[in-house]
């Protein structure tokens, strides 16, 4: 049961360093040593860049690691910032598309095994053979 745990930890580590540090570190360190020299920084200051991404990656998860509090707010507030993106969809959506588009739509989700007039039959296999 323990070793879930550690392999849940060490396989988020891994795809955090693979997936995110390059970019977002470079940018933290570059807008830290933009605020720490006055002026972009240039290639002589390559190293300087890498430290302050390092301190800036700190200074984020820092606060996650040891506040449980913290943890749950943010759970809250991407809870409601979910709620009010899709909020704000379905509003726009009921707002600019008409209804007999939106009455298709909702009755395309209740008609299993029909295709939509006008379907290319020459197309329909190559898009089942695709690798996504």
Avoid at 50 to 59: N, R
Avoid at 79 to 91: A, K, S
Avoid at 92 to 99: D, E, G, N, Q
């Amino acid at each position: 049961m323990a070793w879930k745990k550690v392999w849940a930890i060490i396989w988020t580590v891994s795809d955090f360093v693979r997936l995110m540090w390059p970019y977002y570190m470079v940018l933290t360190g570059t807008k830290f040593a933009y605020i720490t020299l006055g002026r972009p920084p240039e290639a002589p200051e390559q190293y300087l860049v890498g430290v302050l991404g390092v301190v800036g990656l700190f200074i984020g998860i820092l606060p996650l690691l040891f506040g449980e509090k913290i943890q749950k707010t943010l759970g809250w507030l991407s809870w409601w910032d979910v709620v009010i993106e899709v909020g704000i969809i379905v509003i726009l959506t009921l707002l600019v598309v008409p209804a007999n588009v939106l009455f298709e739509v909702f009755v395309g989700f209740f008609s299993f095994g029909s295709l939509p007039s006008g379907v290319n039959f020459v197309l329909l296999p190559k898009a089942y053979k695709m690798k996504w």
